[in-house]
């Protein structure tokens, strides 16, 4: 018998874009299998009036209320409203900022949304971005050497939405294809700044998710040594070659989120942190 699941609502209060909030929500939601989350996310929540509306939306819908209000103000609305309607609230920030006040001796600025100041670490993500993007599925290969992390994996190892988010993080990264029997550019072989890195997965997960690209794909292509387990085998097989060849390192991507195998490639390189 399927195991049904519980539903809650999750209530997210942000006088920010409410990313800290989301990812912190997300966490906690799903260290509990046999519950859902129906998120409610209340960004740029920075008046009085703004925050009533949304306690009048959680009294139509109880559940638990996390917050990051850094007005004492609305934050103490949020509280004995909370405590009116019998819903259980947390202010996700405040032990974090109290330890940091207790251990600096000095108070917080308190103001929304610093995370988010457009200063020179800003920019250089947006620059990495750029980079990025620029620099993806094997393009400007003459610029290989200006980039902070290379990937290299046969198709579907997850390498633009792993560039993507590390250049996010102001690393910028250039992404290159491998294909049997197709060279890697001579310009990656003589770059000296990048860290190379391959990506590899399982053939059974690479053909998975190649078989969703085959759907998507114009008529007349033909997906069958796309798709093939052993076709992929070898594939993989030449990657790990070439990379061991080069002694670059390489990531099973097979059960790792996006995240997970950024944090491997930053590891791997500490001065990236």
């Known amino acids: 018998m399927e195991n049904k699941k519980n539903y809650f609502?999750?209530?997210?209060?942000?006088?920010?874009?409410?990313?800290?909030?989301?990812?912190?929500?997300?966490?906690?939601?799903?260290?509990?299998?046999?519950?859902?989350?129906?998120?409610?996310?209340?960004?740029l929540i920075r008046n009085r009036r703004q925050?009533?509306?949304?306690?009048?939306?959680?009294?139509g819908a109880p559940g638990i209320v996390?917050?990051?209000?850094?007005?004492?103000?609305?934050?103490?609305?949020?509280?004995?409203?909370?405590?009116?309607?019998?819903v259980p609230c947390v202010s996700v920030l405040?032990?974090?900022?109290?330890?940091?006040?207790?251990?600096?001796?000095?108070?917080?600025r308190r103001r929304s949304g610093a995370q988010h100041v457009?200063?020179?670490?800003?920019?250089?993500?947006?620059d990495a971005l750029n980079f990025t993007m620029d620099h993806d599925d094997g393009q400007l290969p003459a610029d290989f050497d200006d980039a902070d992390v290379v990937l290299i994996g046969i198709s579907r190892t997850s390498k633009t939405p792993t560039?993507?988010?590390?250049?996010n993080r102001g690393i910028?990264?250039?992404?290159?294809?491998?294909?049997?029997?197709?060279?890697?550019?001579?310009?990656l072989m003589a770059a000296t700044k990048p860290l190379v890195v391959g990506l590899i997965a399982t053939a059974d997960r690479i053909s998975q998710v190649r078989q969703h690209r085959v759907l998507g794909t114009t008529q007349g292509f033909h997906g069958d040594q796309y798709t093939d387990r052993a076709a992929i085998a070898e594939e993989l097989k030449y990657a790990r070659a070439l990379c061991a060849r080069n002694n670059w390192p390489l990531i099973?991507?097979?059960?790792?989120?996006i995240e997970e195998t950024a944090a491997a490639i930053v590891a791997l390189r500490p001065r990236l942190r």
Not at 94 to 108: A, K, T, V, W
Not at 175 to 187: Q, T
């Open 172 to 187: 910028k990264t250039a992404n290159i294809p491998i294909v049997p029997g197709v060279p890697l550019p001579d310009r």
């Open 163 to 167: 560039s993507i988010y590390l250049a």
């Open 9 to 43: 609502h999750l209530h997210l209060i942000s006088d920010s874009t409410g990313e800290t909030l989301i990812a912190a929500g997300r966490a906690a939601a799903a260290q509990f299998q046999a519950s859902h989350a129906l998120e409610h996310v209340y960004p």
């Open 252 to 257: 099973d991507v097979t059960r790792r989120s």
């Open 51 to 59: 925050l009533l509306q949304v306690l009048d939306a959680i009294d």
């Open 118 to 126: 457009m200063d020179a670490d800003y920019f250089a993500r947006i």
């Open 94 to 108: 405040d032990p974090i900022i109290e330890l940091f006040q207790s251990y600096l001796g000095s108070p917080s």
């Open 66 to 86: 996390l917050y990051t209000i850094v007005d004492r103000e609305l934050a103490d609305i949020i509280d004995q409203r909370c405590r009116e309607m019998g």
